[in-house]
Structure formats: C-alpha cells, structure tokens
C-alpha cells in the first residue's frame, strides 16, 4: 500500500513494506513509529515531490484545503501510481479528497481511521525517512506557509475582513444617536440658566465647550472663549449674559452640567477619530465605491449587505433600493409605485439632481456602484481605477439633466404636440347641443 503525505515541503508517496502495519489496530499502529529505525524497518519512500517557490506552495495548500486536487499532486500521481502501473491502493488522510482522487484519476483509494495513524507516524518520523530536508528548512517554510495562507483566507473571507467595517459603522450610528440625546439634555439642562447660548452657538461640540468655560453667566471671563469662536460671537454671549432670563444655578447643579458637558466633548471627540478609522480602512478595503459615494455612505451599502462579496454580488436594482425594504414591500402589497432609492438617497450625486431627475440619477448611480464593487471586491487595487471615469461621468450626466428644457411645460403643449398643431377638442359641441336654429 502507497500511502500520501502533505507536508509544507512537498508531497510523499510512502510505500509500506511491513505487512504487520496493515494488519494491526489503531492503538498499536504508533508502535511502528517509536523511532528511525523501526521506521525505516516499516515503510519506506517511493517519491518526493518537492515545492518549488512560495506561491507553488500556497497554490496546491489552498487546494487541499478545499479537498481538491493540485496540478503538482495530480502530476504525482499521474507519474509515479499511474504511469509506472502501480496496483497497490493508495490511503489519503482527507476523505472528499479520496473521493476527489478516485473519480478524476480512476484510483483505488483507502481512507479510514489506521490511514490517519499511519500518517501521523510519518510525519513524526519524516526527517529519519527523507534525506535532503532538515528540520529547521521544514520549519521556515511551514511558517512561510502559514502566513500566506492565512493571508489568502483573509483576503477572500468577507466575514473576517469586513467585520471591521460594518462594526466601525454601527458604532458611529451608536454615537451619532447617544450624542444627540447627550446635547438636547444639555440645552435643556443648562437652558434654565442661559437659554440665549442655544441659539448664539448651534453647534452642539462648540456649546458643550462653552458650557464648561462659562459656568455660572457673569462670574467668568470671556477671554477663554475667543481660543475657539469668533470674537463677535463673544460679544454677543457677553450682552446676552447681562440680559438674560435664565434661572440662577446652583453649584451642585452646575458640577452635574459641567460633567455632563465633558461627557460629550469625549464621545465627539472619539466619533472624530472613530470616522477617521472608517475612512481609512474603507480606502484600503473598497477605493472605488469610496471615490463614488464617500466612506459613510459605502460603509452603510456595506453593512446592509453583510459583506463587500455579498454586494459585488447584487445587481444595480437592488443596489439602488438598499435600505428602502420596508417600503418596496409596502408598495408591492398595495400595488403602488415602488421606492427609487434607499441608502444612496443621501449620496452627493442623488442631493445636487433635481427632484424629477433624483430617480433617473440614482439609477445611474447605482448602475456603477455595481460595476466598481465588483472591481474591489475582485481585484487587488488599493487606488480607485473604474471609479475615476464613472464619476466624471456621472458629473456630465448631472449637468446635462440639469440644463435640458422640460419640454412638457413648453407653451403649454402635451408631449408629442407641435406648436403649430392645434388640439383636437374633447367633444363636438354642436352635436351635443343643439338650438332651436341649428337646422
């Protein structure tokens, strides 16, 4: 009996010569294996097919994962058990390759539990039984191995590689909601004591700041506010402090303000670089669909369908009504007009169109977002290619819409009507009424 190693080396076709190793249990089988010489008593080498590189490695690795059958190894085989007419089964230790093995090459194959033993002997014996190859050469190139491979399942596993994405997204929802609620509290809160700041300073970051310089109106100075707002708009906080209608605070009250403000400045500050981390690794990830429509946008086409390989996989249509599923099934129950946009509603593109163009813009955009998907899901690019040339001409395409005359509000005439043409009327009215002089 042959029997078939994988190793990070190469393959090995093992010929057993000891007759009592077929003949013996599971349990006794590691007593052929206790050293190099009841080894070599035991089984013996008939081939050695030796990688060549790296990426032959990785190559004929991958395919053993997926229990399919290399060129290297069907090359083996078709050399050394085919072509020198070997009768003897051959024993793998995968059982879809077994079968992989004996239907594409028409090969007595054997696969049970002592074939995995026998296997693990060799391995463990496999320097005693190969000249050539030294334990540390095995070891570097395992580790070789190792890190291609598992760079190779990164790379085409959605699941590992776009977790990082859809969670980074998520949790910029997660922020955007708890600091909204976090800054109508605060207005709210400290409304009591100076409600003119509310509408001074909008901005929910820059409030929360000035909050915490204030304090108490009137018993601080100003000049702590011009680092970060105009001076005019310090002014105007100075007038309104003096002519407020607000409530007067106590200190504990204002410890708690103050705490609460401070909260907020943390978690926008880390929404900032939380959004920073979202654009960098959406570059990295999908340069295309970033270049389209920004990494928000993308992130969220990205998260609604699970993965990038998952979205390279819609069509345009569907791409177009991403996050509209509510209302698409809404419409199709009540026989309605179905939606013309979801998520990509809130692109650059869709928002400068006009109102009666959004829908035939979004289907454009859609229609390319397919096509630059498909590249960085499929492609290796880390700079966008397709993206350049489908938003130039998306922009040519926007303009074109926005300057063409709607030609159904011209003169007051229907589509299809000349201005010449005069329109036939609805009835004949001097049939439908008749007077007493009609005849």
Known sequence: MLVLLETPAGYGLFKITDSRLLECSVEDVPSFFRDGDSARSSVKLSAFSKFKTTDNALEEATALSESRLGKQLKKLLNKKVIGAKVVEPLAVCDKLLAVEIQKKLKIDVVYNPSTVEIARGLKSQFFELVAGITESDCKSMALSLSHSLARFKLKFSPDKVDVMVVQAI?????????????????????????????????????????????????????????????????DEIRKACEISMGSEL?????????????????????????????????????????????????????????????????????????????????????????????????????????????????????????????????????????AIENKRYLEQKLLELSSKPDITSIGGLKRGERPGQLQKPKWNVSKRFKGPNTE
Request: some cysteine; aromatic content about 8%.
């Open 170 to 234: 998520g949790l910029l929802d997660d922020l955007d909601r708890e600091a909204n609620n976090f800054g109508m509290r605060l207005k709210e809160w400290y409304g009591w004591h100076f409600p003119e700041l509310a509408h001074i300073v909008p901005d929910m970051a820059l409030y929360s700041r000035a909050v915490r310089h204030i304090g108490i109106r009137g018993s601080t100075s100003f000049d702590d506010l011009e680092s970060f707002l105009p001076k005019d708009v310090v």
């Open 250 to 386: 106590l200190s504990d009250d204002l410890e708690a303000i103050v705490e609460l403000a401070e909260r907020l400045e943390e978690m926008l500050g880390y929404r900032s670089t939380l959004e920073e981390y979202l654009r960098v690794r959406m570059r990295a990830l999908a340069p295309n669909l970033t270049y389209m429509v920004g990494e928000v946008i993308g992130a969220r086409l990205l998260s609604h369908s699970g993965s990038l390989i998952n979205l390279a996989k819609q069509p345009a249509s569907t791409v177009q009504i991403l996050g509209a599923e509510k209302a698409l099934f809404r419409a199709l129950k009540t026989n309605a007009p179905t939606p013309k946009y979801g998520i990509i509603y809130h692109a650059g593109f869709v928002g400068q169109a006009q109102p009666k163009n959004k829908g035939r813009i979004s289907r454009i955009l859609a229609a390319k977002l397919a096509l630059c998907v498909r590249v960085d899901a499929l492609k290796d690019s880390q700079e966008p290619t397709v």
